[in-house]
């Protein structure tokens, strides 16, 4: 762990968020983020398949 995520755990504890969910909201980030990563991914194949298949 950071010094920066000591720092979160501590400011966010102050105005009442536990460290717990602190960890949940870092993991549904992680999971939004990676899922946004795949989608973008499989958007690009599809228009380059698109592209093959159509040769414009």
Do not use: F, W
Request: proline residues 2%.
């Amino acid at each position: 762990m950071t010094e920066t995520d000591v720092q979160d755990i501590k400011s966010h504890g102050n105005v009442g968020i536990r460290p717990y969910q602190m960890y949940g909201l870092y993991n549904q980030l992680k999971r939004q983020r990676k899922l946004i990563a795949s989608d973008a991914s499989a958007a690009m194949k599809y228009l380059y398949d698109l592209g093959k298949k159509y040769q414009l």
